[in-house]
């Protein structure tokens, strides 16, 4: 049994002022770590956040890291910064990272290294556009993407690592996966890297994200091959980010 996995991916939502009771709220009710329960504030808040959180039951995540380990790379964060200020966990390869800051595929497999090299968590996101669902590339688009990480850092690489499965056309639109479509996709990931290390891929957890909420989690989540979500509009109010991990 893979233990199930919500993280909370705020983007850059948050004040001093809002996340301190956002945090209190989800720390006071996850208390048991049966479910993990990780939320990614933008960088500025992590230190916070590390605060806060006090080492108890929910980890702390940041959104993006610096390929680069040191050096003159102005306005980047390290892996080991981020370790530093208490991170487990980094987002790699979001989409929005990929679309809007022009990050390849290519580059994203270097984040995921450097993320390992830091001893964190990667947690590799990867889904198609609209377009290309449309097109009939779905599996061609996720396999590249998961490809580009294979083939820098080996399969070994993703035993201690995360996939979050995100369709483009359903991150922050409300349009979900319906639980088969996503269900679909994640087999495919598993079955890909069967091929390569059927042990690997038995452990690995596939998160599936894009406008998961409260009232669709539980049907998501009972997939075989979902292991949990990556939660990004719903993870700015307590209630409804706790509800969806009651539902994990
Ligand atoms: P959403 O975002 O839940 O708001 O659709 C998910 C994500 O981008 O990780």
């Not at 909370?8 to 939502?13: I, L, R, S």
């Not at 370790?83 to 990929?98: A, F």
């Not at 599996?139 to 070994?156: C, F, H, K, P, R």
Request: negative net charge.
């Amino acid at each position: 049994m893979r233990r199930k996995i919500v993280a909370g991916n705020w983007k850059m939502h948050g004040s001093r002022a809002a996340n301190t009771p956002l945090i209190e709220a989800i720390v006071a009710t996850v208390t048991s770590e049966r479910v993990g329960c990780v939320i990614c504030p933008p960088h500025v808040y992590l230190h916070d956040a590390a605060r806060a959180l006090h080492g108890g039951a929910v980890a702390l995540g940041a959104q993006d890291l610096c390929a680069e380990a040191v050096g003159a790379f102005t306005g980047e964060v390290s892996g080991a910064m981020l370790k530093d200020v208490g991170c487990s966990y980094t987002l790699v390869g979001h989409s929005e990272r990929r679309s809007l800051f022009g990050e390849s595929s290519a580059l994203v497999a270097r984040k995921f290294a450097a993320a390992l090299g830091a001893g964190l968590i990667p947690i590799l996101c990867v889904g198609e556009q609209l377009s290309e669902r449309e097109a009939g590339r779905t599996e061609g688009i996720v396999a590249a993407q998961l490809e580009a990480v294979t083939q820098l850092s080996g399969v070994q690489a993703l035993a201690g690592a995360l996939i979050a499965y995100e369709p483009v056309w359903a991150i922050g639109t409300g349009r979900t996966a319906t639980p088969e479509q996503a269900q679909e996709v994640h087999a495919f990931i598993r079955q890909r890297i069967a091929v390569e290390d059927a042990k690997i891929a038995a452990g690995l957890r596939i998160l599936y994200g894009g406008s998961v909420k409260a009232g669709n989690a539980q049907d998501i989540f009972a997939m075989p091959d979902v292991d949990g979500g990556l939660i990004g509009g719903a993870s700015l109010k307590a209630d409804e980010f706790l509800a969806i991990v009651a539902a994990a």
